[in-house]
């Protein structure tokens, strides 16, 4: 398929900038602070990829998914994952009805809340592997299998899942194979007590804030052909490709202190995400195409769920980000 006229692309670029900065000003209306979080969410939706958020109950995760839900006006769901979810919870299940007619019995089906724009999947460490698995093929292919027949979800279609860092009794981790479909790791941080004074003042008033539209699912598919169409230049592909296999204690392009504190690093596709999510903060910005700022912008968010730190690490109390923004460091952003 033949990419549009360049100039036509350019034009596009600018109105998605523009398009961004409004969608700030109505979702800051609902949500103070959290910038990085804010565009970690855009920049997955753009990438048509999915987001997990790490952090403690009461910091808003849910109220930002939904207001997101209004501002570009798309279906928001939300499941509350529990040890008795199961997957047809989820994708839905196969009902049989009495036609009171003929008295003959028709199958039918019932979607589930995967069917949706925007899924919050919150806590979703809570419920077992075989439930989480249910998500799978929903993230990858976009689309939900029952019986014989396979249903496309609706397009654009977001997963943004959350986890409590804290508390782990009754949780089930999430295999890798599951936390490799999340574009994003990202860690939502208490506000600062100024910020904490704006959100009392806003949430005991009589009116609370209300978000208003900003885009359409529409507009948000064409975003995502955009995002893909820009260029990244050789140099920035290769800095993260560079970027990855650095992470791996095997390959030998490895620092010493990969090989002593993790026990194994990032797969192909934290490269692929590394660039895609380059393209994608390039497009909210109205530039033309991907830098290397803009690769070491979502580095930690594509990496820190993609390396294992071993006991090494925990013993010098270091985390996934310390790890990660020491790579950044020593990885050179020009190749030898």
């Known amino acids: ?76 769901k939300r499941v ?15 009902v049989v009805d009495e036609i009171p007619t003929t008295g003959r019995h028709e199958f039918r089906f019932v979607e589930g809340p995967v069917f949706t724009n925007l899924l919050l999947a919150d806590e979703i460490n809570r419920t077992p592997p075989k439930t989480q698995a249910a998500l799978l093929q929903a993230m990858q292919e976009r689309e939900v299998t029952t019986g014989r027949e396979t249903r496309p979800l609706p397009r654009p279609f977001l997963v943004m899942a959350t986890q409590n860092p804290l508390e782990q009794e009754g949780t089930y981790p999430l295999p890798e ?26 949430t005991t008033g009589e009116q609370l804030p209300i978000a208003g539209g900003v885009m359409t699912g529409e507009e948000i598919v064409a ?19 560079r970027l990855s296999a650095a992470s ?7 620092p010493e202190f990969i090989r002593k504190y993790l026990n194994w690093g990032s797969g192909p596709r934290a490269a692929q995400y590394l660039t895609l999510g380059a393209k994608a903060n390039a497009v909210l910005h109205g530039n033309k195409h ?24 925990l013993a010098d109390k270091l985390t996934d980000v310390e790890i990660i923004d020491r790579l950044l460091k020593e990885v050179p952003a020009e190749g030898n």
């Open 290 to 313: 991907a830098s290397i700022e803009d690769v070491r912008r979502v580095a930690r968010s594509v990496m820190r769920h993609r390396v294992s730190l071993n006991f090494n690490a």
């Open 223 to 241: 975003i995502q052909g955009i995002v893909r169409r820009i260029p990244a230049a050789r140099p920035i592909v290769d800095y993260a490709v």
């Open 248 to 254: 791996r204690p095997k390959d030998p392009s490895a």
């Open 177 to 202: 194979a599951q936390l490799d479909r999340f574009m994003f790791n990202t860690f939502v941080d208490y506000p600062s007590n100024d910020e904490l004074v704006t959100i009392v003042e806003q």
């Open 1 to 76: 398929m033949a990419d549009k006229p360049k100039h036509a692309d350019i034009d596009a670029i600018e109105k998605c900038s523009a398009a961004y900065q409004q969608i700030l000003k109505e979702v800051g209306k609902v949500i103070v602070g959290q910038r990085d979080v804010i565009d970690d969410v855009l920049m997955a939706l753009f990438c048509n990829s999915h987001i997990l958020l790490v952090g403690v109950p009461g910091l808003a995760k849910t109220l930002l998914i939904s207001t997101l839900g209004k501002v570009l006006q798309l279906d928001f």
């Open 80 to 94: 509350q994952f529990t040890p008795d979810l199961l997957p047809g919870d989820i994708t839905g299940t196969i």
